[in-house]
């Protein structure tokens, strides 16, 4: 039951380092960025690249994560400012079909540069092995994992709501004329959201690096589980998303515990269950 947890968190905080980018994209331009998972595997290619299979050190394995994510991000501001500004005033199912022709476009991309073949990377000798914690034998890396996504939650949290920089951005997903009115500069505003979304998914493509079957598909594995928490949690809301990354976390671990030969049946029979129960999601507009 212990081992079935700490999974099923392990499971949820890489949910959430994924959905974490996505849901503060939506936050803003209110577009579910079919892309996102792309820019996943893109961030985890870069990690891979710097730090090859086997990372010398913790110090190394972070560094070369940042450095993911900062390319990422820089990605992300040019994907704004050559695709998603030209379309912002447009009919939504336009920034949609835009952003699934950025997916294909990364794909088509990551296969050129990286080839078709599946690639590995070990943790970082820090991270390999496990620890005995309670009479419990927990792999290090997944503890790695879980804290992780708790700074990641604070960061964002605090961020979001106690700095200025979180309360501009707050402001323009509220009312983006009415903040232009007052002074923001709403340009600045949005493009900085969209690179550090970006980023953020950069960030979580070089963090998951290890025991991951690197390909250029690497990004479906975690973008269903990712858009199934934003939708839970209440599109746009970090909060949201990072409760329901653990119920799904949880959802799943104990699925493959009791329902071996039925995986992932209990994720989507949850989400129905909480589209039926709670339609606009946990922390929904119509709920606040």
């Known amino acids: 039951m212990a081992f079935a947890i700490i999974n099923g968190l392990t499971t949820a905080m890489a949910v959430f380092l994924v959905a974490a980018g996505l849901t503060l994209m ?3 331009l209110r577009v579910l960025n079919f892309a996102h998972g792309a820019f996943f595997m893109i961030g985890a290619y870069v990690a891979w690249s ?4 086997a990372p010398d050190s913790l110090a190394a394995f972070i560094g070369g994560a940042l450095g993911a994510a900062a390319l990422v991000g820089a990605l992300g501001l040019v994907v704004d400012q050559l695709v998603l500004r030209r379309l912002r005033h447009v009919d939504e199912h336009y920034m949609l079909i835009a952003t699934f022709a950025v997916l294909l476009i990364c794909v088509g991309v990551a296969k050129m540069i990286w080839g078709m073949d599946f690639h590995s990377a070990d943790p970082p000798p820090f991270l390999d092995g496990g620890v005995a914690i309670a009479g419990l034998f927990l792999p290090k890396f997944s503890l790695f994992v879980i804290a992780t ?3 990641v939650f604070l960061a964002l949290e605090i961020a979001i709501h106690r700095l200025w920089l979180g309360k501009m951005v707050t402001a323009l ?3 983006g004329w009415m903040a232009n009115l007052l002074g923001v500069n709403v340009p600045l505003g949005t493009t900085l959201s969209v690179v550090a979304s970006f980023a953020l998914a950069g960030l979580a493509g070089g963090l998951l690096l290890p025991n991951q079957a690197l390909s250029p598909a690497l990004g479906d594995t975690y973008l269903l589980l990712a858009f199934t928490a934003v939708i839970i949690g209440g599109l746009g809301n970090v909060r949201g998303a990072f409760i329901a990354s653990i119920l799904l976390g949880m959802i799943e671990s104990f699925n493959a515990l009791l329902l071996p030969n039925l995986p992932g049946l ?3 029979l949850g989400m129905i269950a909480f589209l039926l129960l709670r339609p606009n999601g946990l922390f929904g507009a119509s709920a606040s």
Do not use: C, K, S, T
């Open 50 to 53: 710097l730090l090859g299979d």
């Open 149 to 151: 996504g708790f700074v």
């Open 173 to 175: 997903a509220a009312d």
């Open 266 to 268: 209990a994720v989507y």
């Open 26 to 28: 939506f936050g803003i």
